[in-house]
């Protein structure tokens, strides 16, 4: 993982939420389904490799070439995450059912 700022900052984040279900809650099983959510979202955010998903839908299933020379991997990842609409519907969707049971079960 290149960015660890955006990492430690979700870290503290999602400590902060746990903190805040613990002491509405008093439940240890919220705080925990807290926790493997968040782990779960953040896993789901920062450790694919964008690089590999931003090319075309019909290349996902070839090999993706390794760009050669020493500054040529920092100008590859300069433009990082490109907008595909299928991809963010996908990942919305996702989130917000898991989202949804998340607070049902907190809530209750």
């Not at 290149?2 to 613990?22: E, F, H, I, P």
């Not at 996902?60 to 991997?73: C, D, E, I, Q, R």
Request: one cysteine or more.
């Amino acid at each position: 993982m290149d960015n660890d700022a955006a990492l430690r900052s979700c870290l503290v984040a999602l400590a902060a939420l746990m903190v805040v279900v613990g002491l509405c809650s008093f439940s240890l099983k919220k705080v925990l389904a807290t926790y493997a959510y968040g782990i779960l979202g953040i896993a789901g955010l920062l450790l694919p490799d964008w690089e590999f998903f931003d090319r075309d839908y019909s290349q996902w299933f070839t090999p993706m070439t390794v760009p050669s020379g020493p500054g040529a991997n920092r100008i590859a990842r300069a433009g990082r995450f490109k907008f595909h609409p299928l991809r963010v519907a996908l990942l919305s969707a996702i989130y917000c059912f898991g989202l949804y049971k998340w607070w049902k079960y907190v809530s209750s």
